[in-house]
Structure formats: C-alpha cells, structure tokens
C-alpha cells in the first residue's frame, strides 16, 4: 500500500497524510544506530511517506544530521520533502540575525540548499506580559513592521524555503490572530483523542485543559497547510509505559490527569480497531481539517503500526460520535 495525500492549504502542494516525526518524543532515528534507522526511513519513503518533519531543537541538531546524513545517500529523485523548525531568544534583541543563523545551520546539517517548509517555533502571545519564558513572540513580534512573518518572507526571496509556518502553540487566541492574518502558509497545529479542541468552536467552560478554540477551522478559512501534531499525545495514547519523553503543550497536562483521560476515550473503542496507537492514529485520520498528520517512531515495529492504521482509514462516524460522548461527560475532562 502506499500512503494517500491530501492537499495541503493554498500552497499548491500535497502531503502524505502520514508525516516522519524525527522529533523528541518518538525520537527513533536519534538515538538508533546509522542501519536501524536508516532501514526505517526508507521504509517510510517506499510505502509513500514522502515527508519528514524535524527541528533543530531536535536531539539539539541530531535529527537534522542523521535525516541528512540518510538523504545524502539517497538519489535527488527519490528524497522525501523536508519541514524543519527554529526557535529563537527574543530577550537577545537580534531576531533576525538569530534567526538566520539557526536556519543556515538547520540546511547545512540537513545538507541542502533549501528546504519545502520552514517552521517558527516559538510561542505566540498577545503582549509581553504574557510571554511563560524567552521563546515567545507578541503579536506585535510576530506581524508588526520587521516581525516574524517580515523576516519569514526574506527566507522565501534568499531561496532557503518554498513555504513558512507557524508552531499553533502559546495563547489559543493569539494563535488564532495570527492564522488570520494569513501571512503565513502551513500550521502545525496540537489534535488527538484527548484534546482535539482544534476542530471545535468551543469545548465548553468546564473544559479542563486548554480549549484551541477551533484553530483548524481558522486555518482552512486562511487555506493554510496544517499537520497535526501530537496525535499520541506525547505517547499517553499509544502506550501505558511511559518513556520519560512526554513533554506537556496543553494545560492540565501531569501523568494522572492524561492517564486518566487516554483510559476514558480507550474504554469507549475497545480494542476494535487497531491496537492503542493505531486508534489514536485513526482518529486523526477522520479529522478533514488536518492535511497530515506528523507521526513520531520509538521503534521500527511503530511504523508498521502506523502503516496499518493507514491502510485501515478514518475510525467510523459511530466511534467519533462515542469519543464526543465521553470528551462532554468524563470527569476526566470537566470540572
């Protein structure tokens, strides 16, 4: 089988509705060894995953390297498409300058002139009182004269990207600003079983975790490419071991309370489609705001999960309308 694509917003472009994570958390190709991981990614590539999504911050440039590294190897007509990701310190007051390094540095490991789609990975905020630490951009940051979507345009005319996005995480409100002033091409945006507050207008005020206030929808109205991320939410969903990577983005988000929530939605669909991973996968898949969804791999036997899940499609119109059920009523999500 071979992986569908989907369009991806107004960038003329589509995405492999599966996207390679070479992130933290599945985090598969940094620590395993140059064979191992490169037998994962070309498997990936053959069954028609076509894109790879990483970040400097990844492995602290790890991802990068050994993602160029593997495409070093390969024939330019058989390497996938690549979205990477920069963060800066606006405390140092050089948001340009820093800015370039980090992408110039992000190419050189990848080992190419340029990339499809470049990524800002900071937080989005509406004022600097606002800001939780120095990796958060104000909206005046973001679209005022010289801000980030100014610097971001400078990316596309020096010929580094094709496309610029935006990480959809910070305030929900501020997030939804910025999408709305389309200056941007793609969002990757947080949506999975437990938190999918993107594709809805409103989650209700006893919601008990961050309400994204129906981010996708806003995105579709500014025809961006979205990749949804976190679709395991940082594994709680995939598996009941944990791996010491889950790193929270939503509010609410301690080892109970997620634990408690993944148990809540895995009662109401059993184990009838698919195992835990490629449940949570298969919703996503039914979510048709989302253009793909990035995937992160902890073992090679993940991707033949993640394959799986695939070739099976959206989780029926029945099991969505239990899980919104169960999201409206659980003390795990209220109160």
Known sequence: MSVKQSRFGGTGLTVPQVIYGGGWVGGFIIRADEDEREAVLDKAYDAGIDWIDTAAAYGDGKSETVIGQWLAKRPVEKRPRISTKFGVDVTRGDFKDEMLRSVEASLERIGRDKVELIYLHNRIVHEDRDRPDARSNTLDEMLGRGGAADVMDQLKVRGLCDLTGITASGQPSAVNSV?????????????????????????GSDWN????????????????????????????????????????????????????????????????????????????????????????????????????AAELGPLPDDVLEALDEVRANHPAFRG
């Open 209 to 308: 975790s961050t309400d994204l206030g129906g981010l996708l929808e806003a995105c579709r109205e500014s025809d961006m490419g979205t990749m949804g991320i976190r679709i395991f939410a940082a594994g709680f969903l995939a598996t009941k071991e944990r791996h010491g990577r889950e790193v929270p983005m939503t509010a609410n988000t301690s080892s109970d309370a997620e634990e408690a929530r993944a148990a809540a939605v895995q009662e109401v669909v059993g184990d009838g489609y698919g195992t835990p991973a490629q449940t949570a996968l298969r919703f996503g898949l039914a979510c048709p705001l989302l253009s793909g969804i990035v995937v992160g791999i902890g073992e090679p036997d993940h991707l033949e999960q993640v394959l799986g």
């Open 179 to 203: 999408v709305a002033h389309k200056r941007f091409d793609a969002a990757q945006v947080y949506y999975n079983m437990i938190n999918p507050t993107a594709a809805h207008a409103s989650a």
